[in-house]
């Protein structure tokens, strides 16, 4: 088969979509023939050497696919092959077969087509792991989301919509700010020339957010402890913004905040498997309905991963792109 690798770690250059050796299913897992797989900024530091997979597992690129369901390993069941499917993946998705343990397989959202399905599996997981399971986000409650044009931001905001919550967002252009209020944002605010500290209070009337979805690490870390309500939850998920940064704990406990920071990729498959099964529980009726709907910014094959990998560095794109296996 073939499947995007980098020689090295290093530039856009490095990136090849190369044969390589079909990859078997072992037990507990399935093979899937790849219908697409999408661009996650993790791709983008893997590529450059600093984001390694977790032990055991390919490093082809890829940490979401869609597909149908070629070989059932042992002890699978549930599914048939020829299902139609979507997965989470800790890599190996950006190939024209990719193994899925199969906890991480989840049925394609009613309504949903196959290639537009490998937009939802990270975005969908990670967002609906840390708004509901982690920062327990409720109806009538206010969130802010940093990077709200993302593939991340741009689920969140529509998942934080749907379940009742009023959504802040900082965003970088004009175009992106008007996105993200078509999605569901009430503000919209450009990090570039605003306060979003202030930004936050204006709209909360000066309560603050009760959950903030932060992408930017340290770079932020004191304007959110800032920007949180009372009895508030930080959850941090990214570091674009740097790694080390100055808790100020004064302001945090008289808030009686909450600092939260998870990654997804290297969790425990169990772990992983429970979080599948609470987004097909819980978000695929909305996308279904229409409520949350995957938000695609352009369609690449697969064997053009470096031009995808460069709107995605650039910050080019408005929600995911799509990489896809046919040629
Ligand atoms: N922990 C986890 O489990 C987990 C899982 C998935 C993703 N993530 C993280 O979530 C983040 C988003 O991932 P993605 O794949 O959706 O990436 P993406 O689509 O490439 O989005 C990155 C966004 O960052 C925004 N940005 C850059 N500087 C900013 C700033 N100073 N303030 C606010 N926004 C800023 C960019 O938009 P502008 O043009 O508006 O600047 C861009 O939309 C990444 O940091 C990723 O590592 C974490």
């Known amino acids: ?3 995007v690798r980098c020689r090295e770690p290093g530039d856009l250059d490095v990136l090849e979509w190369t044969e390589i050796d079909d990859p078997e299913p072992g037990p507990g897992e399935v093979l899937v023939e790849v219908a697409a797989s999408a661009v996650n900024r993790a791709d983008l530091i893997q590529r450059m ?43 190996g998705g950006q190939a024209e077969l990719a193994v899925v343990p199969v906890g991480q397989l989840m049925p394609i959202p009613a309504g949903v087509d196959v290639v537009t399905a490998a937009a939802l599996p990270e975005a969908g997981c990670t967002v609906w792991s840390n708004l509901v399971q982690v920062a327990g986000l409720q109806s009538g409650e206010s969130l802010l989301v940093h990077g709200g044009a993302s593939g991340i931001g741009t689920m969140a905001i529509q ?3 749907a379940l009742g919550a009023t959504v802040i967002v900082t965003c970088g252009s004009q175009d992106k700010l008007e996105h993200c209020r078509e999605l569901g944002a009430s503000y919209a605010v450009n990090y570039r020339d605003e306060d979003f500290v202030a930004a936050t209070r204006d709209a909360t009337n000066g309560r603050g957010a009760d959950v903030i979805l932060d992408i930017m ?35 945090l406990l008289g808030k009686r905040g909450a600092v939260h920071a998870t990654s997804l990729r290297p969790r425990p ?25 995957p938000v695609i910014a352009a369609t690449f ?7 995808a990998q460069q709107l995605v560095e650039d910050s080019g794109h408005i929600g ?8």
Request: net charge negative; charged share 15%.
């Open 1 to 3: 088969m073939r499947a």
């Open 49 to 91: 050497g600093f984001y390694p997979p977790p032990h055991g597992v390919t490093d082809t690129l890829g940490l979401e696919c869609s597909g149908r369901i070629a070989v059932l390993g042992d002890g699978v069941s549930g599914w048939q092959v020829g299902d139609e499917v979507c997965a989470l993946l800790a890599g």
């Open 217 to 251: 690490g340290a770079a932020y870390l004191d304007r959110n402890v800032q920007a949180l309500a009372t009895s508030g939850r930080l959850v941090i998920i990214g570091m674009q913004g740097g790694v080390r940064g100055e808790l100020d704990i004064a302001t």
């Open 301 to 307: 094959p697969m064997s053009h991963v470096a031009a």
């Open 159 to 161: 998942v934080a919509a």
């Open 269 to 293: 498959l169990p772990e992983k498997a429970a979080i599948c099964r609470a987004v097909v529980d819980g978000l695929w009726p909305l996308v279904s309905s229409g409520d949350v709907k």
């Open 320 to 327: 995911k792109v799509i990489l896809t296996a046919a040629p």
